[in-house]
């Protein structure tokens, strides 16, 4: 960038600086008394939908949207200075990403799509048909900001992969201009200040009076238009619910009339209900995270924990005989064995954590017990849990089988529960010699019992996290995946090893 470019950007993210500080002093102030308000900073190449979008909501719900507007490079710096508002969203999900990283945005939910274009004039009068063209002495060209608009960020990028970004600068340095936003971009190929530009196909679609010229250099790099909510906001939940709306059904209907490509939205309630079903040895790890989930998202989820044999039973029951209504939005299982059961109604699944089958014994194991071939011997007392019924149950005769001891502990078995958090209590009240049991259930009862550990392969689950295709609330279930995947630490704390890739992904504080 030579050195006007660079007095230019400095000129502009003071400005837009300066602009943000006193926005943000009267959008404190919000609507008439008593209103409800949310400050959101959105790219400006967005403006459209999310403006008509921001006025619905006002009028179905009389909360105002005191929205800013500038390119998102601009705006993402701006937020990391002042610290203050809602909501955030950017023409490009990797400055969402970004934010992430560096603490500004906790939630995110994807709105739209675009595709980079060149823009001509009506006609195209200078017969632009590909990326040289752009270089050619009789052409004049506008381009976004790299440092300040996506749309910059974005061609600088494209460019720089086919080998035509320095050439392409060198010829806006010397008869065109960069812009900090797209709406500028296309306004002044619009005028005729220029010959062509660079603009999002959204963009383009807003404006009659410019021609597209596509090239296979840029079909390829699909954005993600992505809002944030911002880490400081003091009110998220209201925020996730104009996050919600903006990515809902309802919200998709804005952008696909403004001429973008949206993302398929989740249905619109103000305070949507949810299903879960939740295999009973994930309860103490999933309880905490759920309720904190529920509360900041503002929705009501259903929750129904037992053992996966029972909850697979149901679901096939509510498809026979209700047509799915009742059926759950969410799936997290006790190991894969049981959502492979019903996988053709599931999609997205995850392994979030594992935990080992061990033997449970009574406190100092005072039958001496050291692995499965001991609970063979005449007179000794085993609970194991119903094979038909719950994961710990058909996993313990797998491992049983496997390890050829299975027909000579029939005898031996006096007790068989639906789910795994009734197995520990038998050995704790020393109703049984022994139990097989996850190691997560032995916990609970550390006092009066202790774990033996089986050297097999056998004698683990895995706990995968899965999403039903049939659910219309699947954005807000990869939210709650992605909360899972952030809580290590819960799951650990139960007893739980992690398998969840979890980097990149901010905790709640």
């Not at 719900?61 to 998102?72: E, M, R, T």
């Not at 063209?133 to 608009?149: I, K």
Request: glycine share 10%.
């Amino acid at each position: 960038m030579n050195y006007g470019g660079k007095l230019l950007l400095i000129f502009v993210v003071a400005v837009t600086g300066l602009t943000f500080g006193l926005f943000w002093l009267t959008s404190k102030k919000g609507g008439a008394e008593g209103e409800e308000t949310l400050t959101l900073y959105c790219a400006a190449g967005v403006k459209p939908p999310v403006l008509a979008a921001a006025k619905d909501f006002y009028r179905r719900y009389g909360v105002k949207i005191n929205l800013q507007y500038g390119g998102s490079g601009t705006l993402l710096s701006n937020l990391q200075v002042a610290k203050q508002g809602d909501l955030y969203l950017a023409a490009d999900f990797s400055y969402i990403k970004l934010a992430q990283e560096k603490g500004v945005v906790q939630e995110s939910i994807p709105l739209a799509l675009m595709t980079p274009v060149i823009a001509v004039q009506k006609g195209n009068p200078k017969g632009i048909k590909n990326l040289n063209d752009l270089s050619r002495d009789d052409v004049r060209l506008v381009l976004g900001n790299p440092g300040a608009a996506s749309i910059g960020k974005q061609t600088k990028k494209l460019l720089s992969e086919s080998g035509h970004w320095e050439s392409v600068k060198t010829r806006v340095e010397a008869s065109g201009v960069f812009k900090p936003t797209v709406p500028e971009v296309a306004n002044d190929i619009k005028i005729g200040a220029v010959d062509a530009g660079v603009i999002w196909d959204a963009t383009f679609n807003q404006y009659p009076e410019l021609e597209a010229v596509k090239v296979p250099e840029f079909d390829r790099a699909e954005k993600k238009i992505t809002i944030g909510v911002l880490k400081w906001s003091s009110q998220p939940t209201l925020a996730l619910r104009f996050a919600r709306f903006l990515n809902s059904e309802e919200g998709n209907q804005f952008f696909e009339k403004s001429g973008y490509a949206p993302v398929k939205g989740d249905k619109w309630e103000w305070q949507p209900q949810l299903t879960f079903f939740c295999g009973s040895v994930n309860r103490r790890a999933v309880a905490g995270v759920l309720e904190e989930f529920s509360k900041r998202e503002g929705v009501d989820i259903t929750t129904i924990y037992n053992g996966c044999g029972i909850l697979t039973g149901q679901m096939r029951s509510i498809r026979q005989t209700q047509g799915g209504a009742g059926f759950p939005d969410i799936y997290f299982a006790c190991d894969r064995y049981y959502l492979n059961n019903v996988k053709t109604w599931f999609q997205e699944d995850l392994d979030i954590s594992e935990t080992p089958i061990v033997i449970a014994v009574q406190k100092g194991n005072p039958m001496g017990i050291t692995d499965v071939t001991d609970l063979t011997k005449p007179g000794m007392k085993v609970a194991v849990g119903q094979c038909e019924q719950c994961t710990i149950g058909a996993l313990t005769r797998n491992l049983l089988e496997k390890e050829g001891v299975y027909d000579k502990m029939q005898s031996n078995v006096v007790a068989e529960t639906p789910s795994s958090a009734l197995l520990v209590p038998t050995v704790a009240t020393k109703s049984v010699d022994a139990a097989f049991a996850f190691l997560t259930d032995t916990q609970a009862e550390a006092k009066k019992v202790d774990s033996i550990g089986i050297p097999s392969k056998s004698a683990l689950a895995v706990q995968p996290y899965a999403i039903a295709v049939q659910s219309r609330y699947k954005h807000l279930g990869r939210r709650f995946k992605a909360r899972l995947v952030a809580a290590r630490e819960d799951f650990e704390a139960a007893g739980f090893r992690f398998r969840a890739d979890d980097s990149g992904v901010k905790k709640l504080k």
